[in-house]
């Protein structure tokens, strides 16, 4: 894994949607610096200028301050800004905008202690049929072996591989506790709630290997509960589609 | 027993007390130790942090072949120790002593009352409140360790942790019944037993802050004790209050009804646990007002907007508490309720400090030992408070969700913010407490240390998580980006030791100082509150005669008066 590409600040922005993010954050950060220096400023002037000395008494009456409501409104304003204005549209257009199905890579993430089981529909785009009572550790998704949509899939455990350049939709649980599915690279975060399916969507502009983590506390291995991202370029994807493919044939070919 | 005739025997008097300033005080010692414990908790944390996998020197080898096996931290006892850190720090440090020792000294002196309206209950409050706290300890005694779910015990996890989960919610239940007792004789003695003419615009702010805080305390935390009543019940009796059907825990499927939801928790959780954070911060905020306007010698600049502000603080407090959930697949119309909430919160906090910042205009500011902490709680909690920002608004908590930032933020409120006002508290009302003075030299080396290395703990937090790094990682190296940021935790880590030495300052003074310390009479920062009317310290009773109140409590250097304070109780000004 190349450290050179992280740093202490935000690490490389692989998604469409992340740019926006990270303006935001940039933005927000401007904003508090500014408001806390300010403040800090005149706090700073004012334990000066009003120190206990010789010669020096408090007042007793208050200071008539003005600018105290503008600067106050300014900052609600500001706040207000952010809120309806910056933030609600880029969480509309990411949440709102669900890729269409048919150019999609549509995925399957199911998390367990301490692994990322992935779930590709594989040619047939269809997901075979899964049941937990079928899941044990040869089979940790439950698939059903007799079902003809679940011939071709193809199940990894830590290892994501997507396209460059296409929308992925991610459905997303849990078969035991919480977990926090997390692509730091791409501005992805969900949590992955038993007995919930929760769905996010994103895509990838650069080709890359990047880190999946895990964002929520699952337990002793939660550290631990690691697992790869590549970006692959068409090429490379169709590549590693074909060899991962499953030995089984292909129905239609019986 | 009447209130004028003080107990004889030495158990009546100094164990089984009902006199509120002996209670205060029990609740000030005990939850300092528990402070103190859950800080050496962190300490040990931030070892395998630094230097993970790595044997501690010397230390490792006393906590037993199960949990640090030749020194080297488990990863279960990592997370032991950030369950329980996070507990005591919050649920048997800063409460209790935010409430149930300044709440408890302070509230019958400030409105000028004799005791708190139900001695009985209050001692029972204090006594249930260390039987939950030693049984919050003894989970480290049980089979796999204390709870290591978090502070937050989200299930499913904490459904199926080891029995030190059970010991963290009956531990949990004995807190809350504590507190609701507390809360109830704080909201009566401050409705029934003032002094003659203290009107409710003539309360000292402090007042205020606690009576906004016990009821935020009543109201918010029997949510939390039905909600670990019902964990207890899935752990114990085999219900399915928070399993949902069809879980598969290492291969196995779980033999549970199952229908139930983990999100239940969440809600419930967090609907205490937000209007907690207003519990940790409302007394801070009355405390500083109090030391900040005796040593500006000037009335607080706005002090009926400030009254109105926690006020608004306490009622909105509870109207925000899924922005701990945005990631959890919330609907966008219910983020959006919950975004506008958290703004609209933010604008009684930006007044409060507003209104102390302006009360230094046209001051006269003495810089004692006190008046350092309350000043420095400005910045540290603005810090805290600016921050919040970007995890309030939903499109930026996308990426900061979970991660070291959160971290950063809540800590800046609660350990440089409400932590610094408790100790500016501490070193205001120890000579009405004790009769003595702390000696001001260790004070102000006790405090130039602590705020130069808190920032070192907590600042370089934020950068770690815009870095990326996410939260209770037992090992931050597992990940590429946690290895190129590990230079800060080693450089936190050796903040936060050396935070913990600037600490020794503080407890040699607070002890050395009750034989030691300079002789204080009953007023001796000429302040102007019904507590500097009583002698210090402040007899079985309080007031030598009942207390009449002619003034607002901040009446400093009134034009024309004889002397720069007009103490409520003085009819001449």
Redesign the interface.
């Given at each position: 894994?190349?450290?050179s590409?992280?740093?202490?600040?935000?690490?490389p922005d692989a998604s469409a949607h992340g740019p926006?993010?990270d303006h935001?954050?940039g933005f927000?950060?401007i904003?508090?610096a500014l408001?806390?220096f300010g403040?800090?400023a005149?706090?700073v002037y004012?334990?000066i200028r009003?120190?206990?000395r010789a010669n020096?008494?408090?007042?007793?009456?208050?200071?008539r301050?003005a600018f105290?409501k503008y600067?106050?409104g300014t900052?609600?304003a500001v706040?207000?800004l952010?809120?309806f204005g910056?933030?609600?549209p880029?969480?509309?257009r990411?949440?709102?905008a669900r890729p269409d199905e048919a150019q999609a890579l549509h995925l399957r993430v199911v998390a367990?202690?301490y692994a990322w089981n992935i779930h590709y529909p594989g040619r047939d785009k269809k997901f075979g049929k899964a049941s937990?009572?079928a899941?044990?550790?040869d089979n940790?998704l439950?698939l059903d072996p007799d079902d003809a949509a679940g011939k071709d899939d193809i199940v990894t455990i830590n290892q994501l591989h997507i396209p460059v350049n296409t929308p992925v939709i991610i459905d997303i649980s849990s078969?035991?506790?919480?977990h926090?599915f997390?692509i730091?690279?791409l501005?992805?975060?969900?949590?992955a709630?038993?007995?919930?399916l929760?769905t996010l969507w994103f895509t990838a502009t650069q080709t890359g290997h990047f880190?999946l983590?895990?964002?929520?506390?699952?337990?002793?291995?939660?550290?631990?509960m690691?697992g790869d991202v590549y970006i692959d370029s068409p090429a490379d994807y169709a590549k590693w589609e074909q060899e991962n493919a499953p030995a089984v044939p292909a129905p239609e070919q019986k | 027993m009447s209130a004028a005739n003080p107990p004889d025997s030495f158990l009546r008097r100094y164990v089984f007390s009902l006199d509120h300033k002996t209670i205060g005080l029990q609740y000030t010692i005990t939850s300092l130790f528990f402070l103190l414990g859950g800080f050496c908790l962190m300490a040990l944390m931030r070892w395998q942090l630094a230097y993970p996998g790595q044997p501690l020197p010397y230390l490792g080898k006393l906590f037993g072949e199960n949990a640090m096996p030749g020194g080297v931290m488990?990863?279960?006892f990592y997370?032991q120790l950030g369950a329980m850190h996070g507990t005591i720090m919050v649920f048997l440090g800063v409460v209790p002593l935010a409430v149930g020792g300044f709440g408890n000294y302070l509230i019958p002196l400030q409105v000028g009352a004799r005791d708190m309206a139900f001695p009985k209950l209050n001692m029972l409050s204090y006594w249930i409140y260390l039987c939950g706290g030693i049984l919050m300890l003894a989970g480290f005694a049980m089979p796999g360790g204390a709870a290591?779910?978090?502070w937050t015990s989200?299930?499913?996890?904490a459904d199926?942790a080891t029995s030190g989960q059970t010991i963290w919610l009956l531990a949990m239940v004995f807190v809350i019944t504590s507190s609701l007792f507390g809360s109830i004789n704080f909201i009566v003695t401050i409705v029934q037993l003032r002094a003659k003419g203290m009107e409710f615009f003539r309360l000292p702010f402090f007042i205020h802050a606690q009576l906004v805080t016990a009821f935020l305390l009543l109201l918010a935390f029997p949510p939390l004790e039905a909600a670990s009543v019902l964990q207890l019940m899935d752990r114990l009796a085999g219900t399915s209050f928070f399993l949902?059907?069809?879980?598969?825990?290492?291969?196995e499927?779980l033999a549970v009804a199952?229908g139930g939801?983990?999100?239940l928790w969440q809600h419930l959780f967090w609907f205490l646990a937000h209007p907690e954070v207003y519990v940790l911060i409302l007394p801070a905020m009355g405390i500083i007002t109090e030391v900040i306007a005796t040593n500006?010698?000037?009335?607080v600049?706005?002090y009926r907007l400030l009254v109105y502000s926690v006020l608004f603080l306490g009622f909105m407090s509870f109207t925000v508490w899924a922005h701990h959930m945005f990631?959890?697949?919330m609907g966008?119309g219910m983020?959006?309720f919950f975004?506008?909430t958290t703004?609209i919160i933010?604008?009684p906090s930006?007044?409060v400090l507003?209104c102390i910042?302006?009360s230094?205009?046209?001051?006269?500011?003495?810089?004692t030992v006190p008046m350092l902490f309350a000043?420095a709680f400005?910045?540290m909690f603005?810090?805290g408070g600016?921050?919040g920002?970007?995890l309030g608004?939903?499109?930026?908590d996308?990426?900061?969700?979970?991660?070291y930032y959160v971290v950063g933020h809540f800590h800046y409120v609660v350990a440089p913010g409400t932590l610094f006002a408790l100790f500016a508290g501490i070193y205001h009302w120890y000579p009405k407490a004790t009769g003595r003075q702390m000696n001001a030299t260790l004070g102000k080396i006790h405090f130039w240390g602590s705020i130069i290395a808190i920032n070192g703990v907590f600042m370089p937090m934020f950068?770690q998580g815009?870095?990326?790094l996410?939260?209770?990682?037992?090992?931050?190296t597992?990940?590429?980006?946690g290895?190129?940021?590990q230079p800060?935790n080693v450089f936190i880590s050796i903040s936060a030791w050396t935070l913990g030495l600037f600490q020794l300052p503080f407890i040699y003074n607070f002890f050395a100082s009750l034989k030691r310390g300079e002789k204080a009479l009953e007023n001796p920062w000429a302040s102007t509150t019904l507590e500097w009317a009583a002698p210090s310290p402040p007899p079985h009773g309080n007031f030598e005669s009942a207390p009449v109140v002619y003034r607002s409590p901040y009446e400093?250097?009134?034009?024309g008066a004889a002397t720069?304070f007009s103490p409520q109780w003085r009819a001449e000004a």
């Open positions: 894994m190349d450290e590409a992280y740093g202490y600040w935000l690490p926006q993010i935001l954050l927000l950060h904003f508090m408001i806390f403040w800090a005149f706090f004012c334990l009003f120190r206990a020096h008494a408090a007042t007793y009456a208050p200071v301050a105290i600067a106050e900052i609600i706040e207000l952010l809120l910056v933030s609600m880029i969480w509309l990411y949440k709102q367990e202690q937990v009572e899941m044990n550790g940790p439950g078969k035991d506790v919480i926090g997390n730091p690279a501005r992805v975060k969900q949590d709630i038993p007995g919930q929760s880190e983590a895990c964002a929520q506390l699952c337990g002793l291995g939660h550290y631990r690691r | 488990q990863p279960e997370n290591q779910s978090g989200y299930p499913p996890l199926l949902p059907t069809g879980l598969v825990v290492s291969g499927k199952g939801s983990p999100l500006t010698r000037k009335p600049w706005n990631m959890t697949g966008t983020s959006t975004q506008i703004m933010s604008i930006i007044v507003t910042v302006m230094l205009w046209g001051a006269s500011i003495r810089f000043l400005l910045p603005g810090i600016l921050t920002l970007p608004l939903s499109a930026s996308i990426y900061l969700h979970d991660s950068i815009i870095a990326g996410s939260r209770r990682l037992y090992d931050p597992i990940y590429a980006h290895r190129v940021i800060l400093y250097s009134v034009p720069d």
